[in-house]
């Protein structure tokens, strides 16, 4: 027999379908809010803005190559003789989203001692001591994923280039709008590119600073790689004329201590680095070679979240980190706080990072618009003066449902936070602007003072 209902649950079904409220689950969570402040829509935050442009958005525009660059890779892969270019494209994409982290070699010990004890355990006395190394070499080969590092000769550079150019270029110029939307007067004049590859840091950072940019320093291991990126700023050729001026090609990194950079870049190279000992090394030197901002880019996975958060904890050391560079260090982006991620002590641990949407190089598999996720993270050798109001990061896509939104936050207390927002109880205003926000993007609330973190100030002259 049917169940009848009452009429005061119609009622309110009928009421919630109709928009009068929001959903029963909606209202209390939006009720349980801290830290987000009542918005009047008389306080004028936006000032003549409309709600799509407000301050918070810093999600760039579909992004798209330039034209010389686009033509010049076009060029370069059709000239060459790769074989199957398009099934190496996408076995290196695949390859290099689904790498993890090189075990390390106390890890490596730790796991064979593991195994040992367990075949100890569980096999007759006679087994040779040969047999059962040879039992736990398998087991380890089995169990332990296989890094490898790779080495571009001048095939596999051409391959990585149809791969990684475009997204590369999308991913750095979303790190450098950051930077330029939050303080536009800044102008570097020097940069120095870490793994440089195919030279998109160079044409990214031309694009929005050429005006004051004197010289790129673009640093990669691979001779082939530095050839390749020199030929895209010839348009293509050996013999052009450089299309950016002021760019000088290295195999190492400068030796003085003394020479320092504005701007200092490492796209998508510290997961080429076979240990953590290797990655260490080269944060602190990266970060001695840096006057003004080091960012470091990398995919949007686990193993690059995990990356980024060793070399963050690396810089915050301050003093602990280095003696010879006792400079403390501080997060200009993403983090709105220099504590431990909320990502990595999460029950279900996501990789904090964000899309940017870019137009592909047009390659007859390359039709489509795509949106890959990064990770960045921006630090500033000193405090910056004139960071964002906002300190509330949208951490996932932004779910926009009747009369309520979702937001999924990381706050200034260092915690993770999912808000529903409404108009009803948070104001028309910020509502509005939640609903046209999008991850990555910082969501304009307002919070307490004692909430937000404070520059490191020195202490009162007596």
Known sequence: MATVRSPSYLLTLGRWRRGVGVAPQA????????????????????????????PGILKLPCVRLPRALADAAQLMLLDSAVPNVEKQVQALTNYLWSRHLPVEPGELQRRAEHLEKKFLENSDSSQTEEKLRGAV??????????????????GLSLVYMAARLDGGFAAVSRAFHEIQTQLPEFQPKTLMDFGSGTGSVTWAAHSIWGQSLREYMCVDSSAAMLDLAEKLLKGGSENGKLYIPGVFFRQFLPVSPKVQFNVVVSAFSLSELPSKADRAEIVQTLWRKTSDFLILVENGTKAGHCLLMEARDLVLKGKEKSPLDPRPGF?????????PCPQLTASKPLACSFSQAYHPIPFSWKQDEKEPGMGVNIFPTSFPQKQSLYPYRITQPVLKRPRHVHCHLCCPDGHMQHAVLTARRHGRDLYRCARVSSWGDLLPVTTPSELLPSPVEDPPES
């Open 137 to 154: 070499l398998h087991a380890l080969r089995k169990t332990t994923y296989h890094w490898q590092e790779l080495s571009y000769n001048e």
């Open 331 to 339: 997060v200009f982006a993403p983090c709105p706080h220099e504590l």
């Open 27 to 54: 209202r209390a969570l939006a009720a349980l809010v801290p830290g987000v402040s009542q918005v009047d829509n008389k306080s004028g935050f936006l000032g003549k803005r409309p709600h799509r442009r407000h």
